[in-house]
């Protein structure tokens, strides 16, 4: 395939999508044939030929083609778009805007202020919202992963794309900490994690916790309640490596700061232990997925139970309910930093949390419409990834033992139990599966890279495969 074709081929992706996409999107849906340094090569001669368009800078980097390149007010307006890569005022409310000029005020025009159990027990578990009923509505829409509505166990949608789950929310849950891993480092780190004659430093140990505790979100999905040891677990988690072990998982028994806040969180360990109950007992109520969501994102920061760790534990707890209802993630992906950390300043010192919903909807609906682009172009399969040698031993092993028909079953399911034999039995499933899937799609086109001549694969074939 020449340049000419590739760019062709570039700008018919970009078209039959009609919306803005990431380069990690392009990659994964133009296929193996296309190389990362290539693609963005080809991007930028396309945008300086004017055919598209580019907004965001760095991970968040977009690209979108230009429809009509013939009228100057499209041309204007996409312009206007380019030069606008995150706008808080096109996210914000006025009503947020306004709150949010509050606490950019110096600090020292802002009164000191302390834990409100008042405001927290005035919120009543599926009476009061948090969310209005046109933002949670827009949300399940978007959201739904079981258009046939057929009944699912929990976290079957989460299992499908657990690589972009890892990925996107380990990232951004990061980033959003001052994490300064590129998202293609993230990547790296989570397929290959760290060898051996490699230093281990906190922003790696960081995103690998994160990698454990979504990977325990899902792997429990089924058994997993809102509940006071599900908290303590993801925090523990999280928190691995990074704090002393006593506090990890453990209510905090001293005094913490929130930077550049006047915020004064509780310090008695009882009444922290005994705030973090009730909380989880109201957000085990709420019946609505994306509240639940909401109050746990927001109650859990508010509270500040454990010594650190705690906005990193509430993003992932506002998972929960997500992945168990088979909905898209939360990833707080293409959020400016400086804007969460001004919501979550509304909440500490004004229990205002229209900021932080806002961003929450805006964040939500851009993760869905992203996976609605990729609902099929799921990247790397951890289990493909993990058992690759596995597989392709065992795919070779049934071409040239020439095993057919029913014998196919029979022979993937001994494997699997004999040269498998300590794996979980949800992977064991879903390595017969992916074995079985490869199987159907070899061609003579496919079969060189696991060292099988066309010949052995023809006779396969004829062997009434």
Same mark, same amino acid.
């Given at each position: ?65 230009? &429809? ?102 380990? =990232? ?55 509940? =006071? ?41 009882? /009444? ?39 906005? /990193? ?18 990833? &707080? ?46 990247? &790397? ?33 001994? =494997? ?50």
């Amino acid at each position: 395939m020449n340049k000419m074709e590739r760019k062709q081929k570039i700008l018919a992706l970009l078209q039959s999508q009609s919306d803005w996409m990431g380069i990690s999107v392009v990659l994964n849906l133009l296929g193996e044939e296309f190389k990362n340094r290539t693609v963005r090569r080809l991007l930028g001669e396309l945008r300086d030929e004017g055919l598209i368009v580019r907004t965001g800078l760095g991970p968040s980097t977009r690209y979108k083609i230009i &429809f009509n390149t013939h009228n100057p007010e499209d041309n204007s307006i996409v312009a206007e778009t380019q030069n606008s890569a995150y706008s808080s005022k096109l996210i914000f409310t006025k009503k947020s805007l306004s709150i949010i000029k509050l606490v950019k005020q110096p600090i020292f025009h802002r009164a000191p202020v302390s834990y409100d159990k008042n405001w927290v027990d005035s919120y009543i578990p599926n009476k009061s919202f948090y969310f209005t009923d046109e933002q949670r509505l827009q949300m399940a829409e978007k959201g739904n992963r079981n258009q046939l509505q057929q009944i699912q166990p929990a976290g079957t949608y989460s299992r499908k794309i657990l690589n972009h789950l890892l990925m996107d929310l380990s =990232y951004n849950s990061s980033r959003l900490e001052g994490n300064t891993y590129s998202k293609l480092d993230t990547e790296k780190l989570l397929v290959h994690g760290i060898r051996q004659d490699e230093k281990m430093d906190k922003e790696r140990v960081m995103i690998l916790n994160h990698k454990d505790a979504i990977e325990y979100l899902v792997r429990q999905a089924q058994r997993l309640t809102v509940s =006071y040891q599900t908290i303590c677990t993801l925090h523990y988690l999280l928190a691995d490596g990074l704090l002393q072990l006593d506090y990890m998982g453990k209510i905090r028994n001293q005094s913490v700061r929130i930077g550049q806040s006047t915020y004064l969180p509780l310090e008695d360990r009882t /009444r922290l232990e005994n705030n973090l109950i009730n909380i989880l007992d109201k957000a085990s109520q709420i019946q609505d997925p994306f509240e639940q969501s909401f109050y746990l994102l927001i109650q859990i920061a508010y509270l500040q139970p454990f010594m650190d760790v705690n906005k /990193r534990t509430s993003r992932l707890s506002a998972n929960i309910s997500l992945i168990k209802s088979n909905y898209v993630h939360l990833s &707080f992906n293409e959020l400016d930093k400086d804007d969460y950390i001004s919501a979550m300043l509304a909440v500490y010192e004004l229990n205002q949390v229209s900021p932080m919903a806002d961003l929450y909807c805006f964040s939500y609906l851009r993760t869905c419409q992203a996976y609605d682009a990729t609902a099929e172009s799921v990247g &790397f399969d951890p289990i493909r990834v993990k058992y690759r040698q596995q597989r392709r031993a065992l795919i070779t092993k049934v071409i040239r033992e020439k095993i057919s028909g029913k014998n196919i079953s029979v022979c993937i399911q001994q =494997y699997s139990i004999e040269d498998l034999a300590n794996i979980d039995n949800n992977e064991r499933q879903e390595f017969i599966k992916s074995v079985k899937e490869e199987l159907k799609q070899l061609t003579v086109n496919t079969i060189g890279g696991l060292g099988i001549a066309q010949s052995e694969f023809e006779q396969w074939q004829l062997g009434g495969s």
